[in-house]
């Protein structure tokens, strides 16, 4: 069975729909580890709860040591790699991951973005399309599952969906349907991606 090692920031609720594909077999694939930067992040109870492996691993200290970034990366990637990892997925994590980390790991990281292809890349991607709906540049937004690698939110897209704006909705009206969204493209992505690498290997 294939290993999984899902890294988050927050709530995890995209973390809970791999744990339920994984424990239905709708997803043949193990959940060895969850890796967090937030100590307080929810998804890590979820973990938890389901069994899994958690590591807290914040950033904050190697800032206030005034040590490099690449050191926070490498000392992250010897960490991740001792779970044995077929595949990466960040679920929610709000860092960005250099090429200290990422060459540790080729073509095994992958990350669930709410936008579609080419469109708000990077922090507070649906708040963004909802103002560009309310001026009237967009009528869609979607989420997509690509490939990481340096440039953010720039890899090779595994799968895409489709989401509509309506003029009668919220803003948070327009995120919990993008989050539904989430929830069922991250299973299907994380599927495609393990078979993308079965392929390969």
């Given amino acids: 069975m294939k290993r999984l090692v899902v890294m988050i920031s927050g709530s995890g609720t995209n973390l809970q729909a791999l744990i339920d594909a994984c424990q239905i077999g709708a997803l043949d694939a ?5 890796f967090s930067n937030r100590a307080d992040a929810y998804g890590l109870q979820r973990a938890g ?3 899994i492996s958690t590591v807290t691993f914040p950033l904050a200290p190697y800032k206030r040591a005034g040590r490099p970034r690449s050191d926070y990366d490498h000392d992250l990637a010897r960490l991740v790699a001792a ?3 077929d595949l990466i997925v960040l679920a ?3 860092l960005i991951l250099s090429p200290v980390f990422l060459y540790q790991f080729p073509h095994r990281v992958i990350n ?3 936008a579609l292809p080419g469109q708000f890349p990077g922090t507070d991607a649906i708040a963004r399309a909802y103002a560009a709906f309310q001026r009237g540049e967009i009528d869609h937004t979607g989420v997509m599952v690509h490939w990481v690698i340096p440039e953010v939110d720039a890899g090779a897209v ?3 969906a489709l989401v509509e704006i309506t003029p009668q909705e919220s803003l948070d009206d327009l995120a919990g349907r993008i989050h539904d969204t ?3 493209l991250i299973v299907e992505a994380t599927a495609q991606a393990l078979q993308l690498r079965g392929e390969q290997a």
Avoid at 30 to 34: A, S, W
């Fill in 30 to 34: 193990q959940i060895v580890g969850v």
């Fill in 49 to 51: 709860e389901a069994g």
């Fill in 83 to 85: 779970f044995e990892p």
């Fill in 92 to 94: 929610g994590w709000m």
């Fill in 112 to 114: 669930l973005h709410p």
């Fill in 158 to 160: 595994i799968a895409s």
């Fill in 182 to 184: 989430e929830h069922r």
